[in-house]
């Protein structure tokens, strides 16, 4: 990867070193995943800077997900996780104050443009897939972190199905930060039961490639878990109150 020759202003060093070799990695056609970055010692000379500066920098790129930092390797460009834009999300939501009812929404704005793509272009790759993960969900005794994971994965499929690969990341991110929903959702009393129906009702109708039926069976699976979850939650400030 080459760093072409860059000025820095007086403020903010690693600020700037970091936003170009961003710049860098995501521009230049000679980038690839899993390529060193040249060492600290040779950054700090080409950025006529100190290396705790380059240092810093490097940090700032770790954050942002471009690279990873090894010890006895240096500095290897890599795949921004899921999870680097779902903790961004996640601090946007608290310091705005979003409600999890909006984040519901959202989910449900996308899920049900997820599974309308899905009946279009879902494979029987696809649907081997989720008949695995139905089938291992299915298991009344798993742990709820492993139930919640396979639930998460179900719809993960769903949104790969749909042939769309920024609908699939908002997608995970989204169903991400629902983790605890979804728990909410299988610890109220039925919940288990309801979910694996209602997860075999949407592959049954994504196999028989009817489109309405399964926006339908979609639409009522997220309507009755928020219910479920509600449920949840009122069950635990009645039990609160009593205590109290």
Do not use: W
């Not at 760093?3 to 961003?22: K, T, V």
């Not at 230049?28 to 810093?56: C, D, F, H, I, W």
């Amino acid at each position: 990867m080459n760093i072409a020759q860059f000025s820095l202003a007086r403020a903010n060093f690693s600020q700037q070193i970091a936003d170009h070799i961003e710049q860098v990695i995501l521009s230049s056609p000679t980038s690839r995943m899993n390529e060193k970055l040249p060492g600290e010692m040779k950054l700090a000379k080409q950025y006529n800077v100190s290396r705790p500066v380059v240092r810093e920098a490097l940090k700032l790129l770790q954050e942002r997900g471009l690279i990873t930092l090894k010890n006895g390797v240096g500095a290897i460009i890599t795949r921004p996780e899921r999870s680097t834009v779902s903790d961004a999300v996640n601090r946007i939501m608290q310091v705005d104050k979003i409600s999890n009812d909006e984040l519901t929404q959202m989910r449900q704005i996308l899920e049900l443009s997820s599974i309308d793509l899905a009946v279009e272009k879902l494979t029987d790759e696809h649907i081997r897939a989720m008949e695995e993960n139905i089938a291992r969900f299915s298991d009344k005794t798993l742990p709820l972190k492993e139930r919640v994971t396979l639930d998460e994965q179900f719809h993960q499929l769903i949104a790969q199905a749909a042939g769309n690969d920024l609908l699939c990341l908002f997608v995970g991110v989204l169903t991400s930060l629902l983790r605890d929903y979804m728990g909410k959702g299988v610890l109220t009393e039925g919940g288990i039961d309801d979910a694996i129906t209602r997860h075999r009702h949407i592959l049954d109708a994504l196999k028989s490639r009817d489109k309405e039926a399964a926006h339908f069976a979609m639409a009522e699976h997220l309507r009755v878990s928020r219910l479920n979850v509600q449920h949840f939650d009122e069950m635990g400030a009645t039990s609160k109150k009593s205590k109290d």
